[in-house]
T-cell receptor, first 113, second 110 residues
């Protein structure tokens, strides 16, 4: 069974630009969550989508947005990039909403210059 | 104060040592507790998952939860160099969305 796939793995952007990251969950998983990981703050929850609807949202500004498609694939977008957005962005899927067991992808490492 | 506090380490131990990793949490709402392991340049993977106070064992790994003191521990027996990774503790609330600690970096040297 294929795992969670994230693309691209690495990217470099400049301040003010926008970026879109993609995530394909494990087959059959309808929930997709996004996390930001930095050395200072650790893993912080961005948002979760289930059946194309955002179900939960973390404490991030509106520049961070996401969506989910009918095939459960998800994208997240960050607009007007800031230096502090440099991080590893992790996508995770889970088989149901009543479990905390997340299956993570390898992440997309974003560097903002 | 973060909901889940964890010493970032690094913790360096010799091969074969017993490792103790610890977390404290502040929210007493309904919850599960988990330990995830993250190797360098990889995403976290679930190691242990428990709800109740007490111990849960899986091979060389034992997760311990003390709800009265809001303390979570992970013990690794006979540690191996392949155990070198960052260990993240986490708790969930009613939404089952995990809240993670910052992670403890473990180095097991031969």
């Amino acid at each position: 069974k294929a795992g969670v796939t994230q693309t691209p793995r690495y990217l470099i952007k400049t301040r003010g630009q926008q970026v879109t990251l993609s995530c394909s969950p494990i087959s059959g998983h309808r929930s997709v969550s996004w996390y930001q990981q930095t050395p200072g703050q650790g893993l912080q929850f961005l948002f979760e989508y289930f059946s194309e609807t955002q179900r939960n949202k973390g404490n991030f500004p509106g520049r961070f947005s996401g969506r989910q498609f009918s095939n459960s694939r998800s994208e997240m977008n960050v607009s007007t990039l800031e230096l502090g957005d440099s991080a590893l962005y992790l996508c995770a899927s889970r088989r149901a909403l009543d479990t905390g067991e997340l299956f993570f992808g390898e992440g997309s490492r974003l560097t903002v210059l | 104060q973060k909901e889940v506090e964890q010493d970032p380490g690094p913790l360096s131990v010799p091969e074969g040592a017993i490792v103790s990793l610890n977390c404290t949490y502040s929210n007493s709402a309904f919850q599960y507790f988990m330990w995830y392991r993250q190797y360098s340049r990889k995403g976290p993977e679930l190691l242990m998952y428990t709800y109740s106070s007490g111990n849960k064992e899986d091979g060389r790994f034992t997760a311990q939860v003390d709800k009265s003191s809001k303390y979570i521990s992970l013990f690794i027996r006979d540690s191996q160099p392949s155990d070198s990774a960052t260990y993240l503790c986490a708790r969930t609330g009613g939404s089952y969305i995990p809240t993670f600690g910052r992670g403890t970096s473990l180095i097991v040297h031969p």
